[in-house]
């Protein structure tokens, strides 16, 4: 049908539109984040754009449902503001022929945001957390910048050095502040090497001097050394088998049911059912007064979004922490606004409006007493 084309020509324009403004939002906002953490020694520098790019493939799944449902909400209200509308009802159809025109433009884009939330979601998050806690397990010396104050991996010590060798072996001009309970240490020294002992790295240190304070009692000591030896890496690994459930494939989540995991497939499996509701609501919300504007209209249906989707996110808590079961959760969220969506749809369709349960007044007949 040539009203059919239209629109999804019409829909198709206005979602890629929606789209890359979208993405570039949130490009800009992960590239500020990922470039905070990178200065505080989370994320390592060169791999900044690596753990950008894994973040922003992460959010397509609410960038590309929010996006289709701004598109259709916007699509629908110009319609009615250029008087299509009028045209199409007037031909004897109504608001729910539109229903088939749309799925079948959004079907696509349903689908991409199922199978992202399923597999992209755990396996992008997987990556990040594997490249952070690579960093991490870097020894204390290569995770140093030339002329920078750097936390160790422990968080027990502070680290500046001035590197001059392209194997970041050897340093000048080091500086070392360390807690260990109640002495703090402050060293210093002209020189530092790297040597490797089994599976510990030594820092090797040379003419210098550390001073010694007790915090408790107050006593210090000043010490002078020609060579100190101070270990930096006893080869402690980070616990990779305790990754969150936001990590897990979602194979793993079914063959290990738990209430942390329920939580996490409601989420990943609500992303889809929110996105065929969400269509419905963007139908019913799009009906605008041509004389008005569309302002109420746009700020209701952003509402609706925000609402819908935080919803979805207090479920998954409330799942996890084991106040709702996952399948009367989901039965009463999505199956409730599928409901709700499909009544008020249906009372758009037959244009129906709270004015008409308000009594009417009849005004007097002329020349009657």
Do not use: C
Not at 116 to 125: D, T
């Amino acid at each position: 049908m040539l009203f059919h084309s239209s629109l999804r020509k019409d829909l198709a324009r206005n979602f890629g539109a929606t789209l890359v403004v979208l993405v570039t939002i949130v490009i800009t906002i992960i590239l500020i984040r990922t470039l905070g953490q990178a200065s505080r020694g989370s994320v390592n520098p060169s791999e900044v754009v690596l753990v950008m790019g894994f973040s922003v493939l992460s959010q397509l799944t609410t960038i590309i449902t929010l996006s289709l449902f701004i598109t259709v909400v916007a699509t629908l209200s110009r319609m009615y503001k250029d008087s299509e509308m009028v045209i199409w009802f007037s031909s004897g159809q109504g608001l729910g022929q539109f229903i088939g025109p749309l799925f079948r433009f959004a079907w696509p884009l349903l689908v991409v945001v199922t199978l992202l939330a399923l597999f992209a979601w755990p396996w992008s998050n997987q990556q990040i957390q594997e490249l952070k806690q690579r960093f991490e397990k870097r020894n204390d010396i290569e995770r140093v910048a030339p002329g920078q104050f750097q936390e160790s991996s422990g968080g027990q010590r502070v680290f500046f050095i001035d590197k001059d060798t392209p194997d970041n072996r050897f340093g000048r001009h080091v500086f070392i502040s360390s807690q260990d309970k109640e002495l703090e240490s402050v060293t210093t020294a002209q020189q530092g090497r790297i040597e490797i002992t089994g599976n510990d790295r030594f820092l090797i240190l040379n003419k210098g001097q550390q001073w010694l304070t007790n915090r408790e009692t107050g006593e210090t000591r000043l010490t002078q050394f020609e060579t100190y030896e101070l270990l930096i890496d006893d080869d402690v690994n980070l616990p990779d088998s305790a990754l969150a459930s936001r990590h897990t494939a979602t194979v793993d989540l079914l063959k290990n049911p738990s209430p942390e995991n329920w939580g996490e497939l409601s989420w990943r499996l609500g992303l889809g059912f929110a996105g065929i509701n969400l269509l419905l609501i963007a139908l019913a919300v799009s009906a605008v007064n041509p004389r008005a504007g569309r302002s109420y209209h746009l700020g209701l249906a952003l509402l609706v979004f925000v609402a819908y989707y935080n919803m979805v996110n207090v479920g998954q808590s409330w799942i996890s922490t084991g106040h709702y079961s996952f399948a009367p959760f989901m039965l009463v969220l999505h199956g409730g606004v599928f409901a709700l969506a499909l009544l008020w749809l249906t009372l758009r369709h037959v244009n129906w409006s709270w004015r008409s349960l308000l009594p009417r007044r009849h005004k007097p007949a002329k020349g009657s007493a």
